[in-house]
């Protein structure tokens, strides 16, 4: 069975930092290309960032380039996302996922909640 | 990175047939794009319904299908049934793995 759990979702100051991390079983990870969804209360999905299998290229949305750094550890099957000075627009669920390509596997995992809030 | 447009809200009655559309430009929806379909319902995660713009995954009911052309995709979805109300996204990314864009989603409205 595929599972992805992203943990390390919490309550955060504006300005201060946060790791979310995300393990991945029940499939071939260091196949795939990984992603970072984000939703925030009551609204829309929106791509966060993307890892290509190696690691090796990763890329952003404009709304967190530059402050955010996503990375991957492949012996793990973990998923990482770094997140540096938050802001209180940056408070969502945050979801780790697999996106379908051609071929239809596609997988998210349940999401961590990311407050940011003085 | 402009999100692709879909309408806020449809709604139909059971039985009936609704068309979702999602439009962008050539560049987000032409062929070398991933054109995806999500659902999601009230408290989970986004599940897909629809992949590279027509294909439907294993286990998704043959009431929903999808179409795409060069600027516009949609997901269809005939004998509307009271468990078919959620939220609806269409997704793109290119085969070039760059970025993903999502539409801003359609809530769907079973009468």
């Known amino acids: 069975e595929v599972q992805l759990v992203e943990s390390g979702g919490v309550v955060v100051q504006p300005g201060g930092s946060l790791r979310l991390s995300c393990a991945a079983s029940g499939f071939t990870f260091d196949d795939h290309i990984m992603f970072w969804v984000r939703q925030a209360p009551g609204k829309g999905l929106e791509w966060v960032s993307l890892i290509s299998w190696d690691g090796d290229t990763t890329y952003y949305a404009d709304s967190v380039k530059g402050r955010f750094t996503i990375s991957r550890d492949n012996s793990k099957n973990s998923l990482y996302l770094q997140m540096n000075s938050l802001r209180i627009e940056d408070t969502a669920l945050y979801y780790c996922?697999?996106?379908?390509?051609?071929?239809?596997?596609?997988?998210w995992g349940q999401g961590t909640l990311v407050t940011v809030s003085s | 990175q402009s999100a692709l447009t879909q309408p806020a809200s449809v709604s139909g009655s059971p039985g009936q047939s609704i068309t979702i559309s999602c439009t962008g430009t050539?560049?987000?929806?032409?062929?070398?794009?991933?054109v995806s379909w999500y659902q999601q319902l009230p408290g989970k995660a986004p599940k897909l319904m629809i992949y590279d713009g027509t294909n439907r995954p294993s286990g998704v009911s043959n009431r929903f299908s999808g179409s795409k052309s060069a600027n516009t995709a949609s997901l269809t979805i005939s004998g509307l049934q009271a468990e078919d109300e959620a939220d609806y996204y269409c997704?793109?990314?290119?085969?070039?793995?760059?970025?993903?864009?999502f539409g801003g989603g359609t809530k769907l409205t079973v009468l």
């Open positions: 996922a697999k996106l379908a390509t051609a071929v239809q596997s596609d997988y």
């Open positions: 997704s793109s990314y290119p085969s070039s793995s760059t970025h993903v864009v």
């Open positions: 050539s560049s987000d929806l032409g062929g070398y794009n991933y």
